[in-house]
C-alpha cells in the first residue's frame, strides 16, 4: 500500500454554540469560540489517499483529480465562508474541527475509488488539527 496526499488551505468563518443552551453554557464550553460575531481560521488541509499502485499508470491516484476534487468539493464550498450561515452542511452542525473534518471526507468519498483507503487531516491551528479516517 502506498499513501499519497494533497495539501490544500481555505479560510473560514463560524461560531461554535449550542443553540439549546443559555449564552453563560455555551460561553462556558466555548470561550471565545463562542463569539456571536464568528471567528475565522485560516485552515490547511492534507487530504490522503492510499491503495495499492495500478502497474499501467504508476499512480495510487491521478494527483489532478484529487485536486480538482478538493477545488470542487472543499475549497469553493468552504472557503471566504461563514460556516455557519453560506455552508447547508452546518445548518444543524457544530462546525468544530472535528465535525468539519467528517463533513470534507463524506463529500470527498464517493468520488474516490472504495477500494482506496481516505484519510482528512483538517489543521485549524498550526497547532491543533483533527485526522479523520472514515
Not at 481555505?10 to 461560531?15: E, G, K, L, Q, S
Not at 449550542?18 to 475565522?40: I, L, Q
Amino acid at each position: 500500500m502506498v499513501k499519497v496526499s494533497r495539501k490544500a488551505h481555505f479560510n473560514a468563518a463560524h461560531r461554535l454554540y449550542n443553540p439549546e443552551w443559555s449564552f453563560e453554557k455555551n460561553e462556558a464550553v466555548f470561550g471565545k469560540c463562542n463569539n456571536p460575531r464568528y471567528h475565522g481560521h485560516n485552515y490547511d488541509l492534507i487530504v490522503s489517499v492510499e491503495g495499492e499502485i495500478d502497474p499501467v499508470t504508476g499512480y495510487v491516484m491521478d494527483m489532478k483529480l484529487l485536486k480538482d476534487l478538493i477545488k470542487e468539493y472543499v475549497e469553493d464550498q468552504f472557503d471566504h465562508k461563514n460556516l455557519n450561515e453560506d455552508v447547508p452542511d452546518f445548518k444543524n452542525l457544530n462546525p468544530t474541527a472535528e465535525n468539519i473534518a467528517v463533513v470534507i471526507w463524506n463529500k470527498l468519498r464517493p468520488h474516490i475509488d472504495n477500494a482506496k483507503n481516505l484519510e482528512v487531516v483538517l489543521y485549524e491551528t498550526p497547532r491543533n488539527f483533527v485526522t479523520y479516517s472514515g
